[in-house]
């Protein structure tokens, strides 16, 4: 199995969203290359296209975790240290090619029971509720 490397998504190379140009028509191109890639392997319904974009810096030692909540349908980041509990316990959802191996590059809270939504904390035991309103 290739050893899935888990880096930040805001890497400093990284455009801020508002410097990235629009689509292009060589975009699309390349678009249909991947779609076909995928199509080849059986892998339409798995993988899909991000825009490599950032909002701000994160540092080396840290990642964007993914949060959810399904009652209120909001979907959020937040900024965590790489070795963080609720990082370690994740799933790797975006990843970036430049390299050889596959680079994760955002991750999805979970634990063992299941996703990880926005009111929960702690990593054990019994869980933490936060307030529904931040």
């Known amino acids: 199995m290739t050893k899935v490397v888990v880096k930040p998504m805001q890497w400093m190379h990284i455009k801020d969203l508002h410097d990235c140009s629009p689509m292009a028509e060589d975009d699309f191109e390349c678009m249909k290359d991947v779609r076909a890639a995928l199509a080849k392997h059986g892998k339409l319904d798995r993988f899909a296209l991000h825009l490599i974009h950032k909002h701000f810096d994160v540092a080396d030692d840290e990642i964007l975790v993914e949060y959810s909540d399904a009652q209120t349908r909001e979907q959020f980041f937040r900024v965590e240290k790489a070795d963080s509990p609720d990082a370690k316990q994740s799933i790797p959802t975006t990843w970036t090619l430049e390299?050889?191996?596959?680079?994760?590059?955002?991750?999805c809270a979970t634990r063992p029971s299941g996703h990880l939504g926005r009111h929960e904390t702690g990593v054990?035991?019994?869980?933490?509720?936060e307030p529904a309103i931040a």
Do not use: K
């Open 99 to 107: 390299q050889m191996e596959p680079m994760a590059r955002c991750v």
């Open 124 to 129: 054990s035991g019994e869980l933490e509720r």
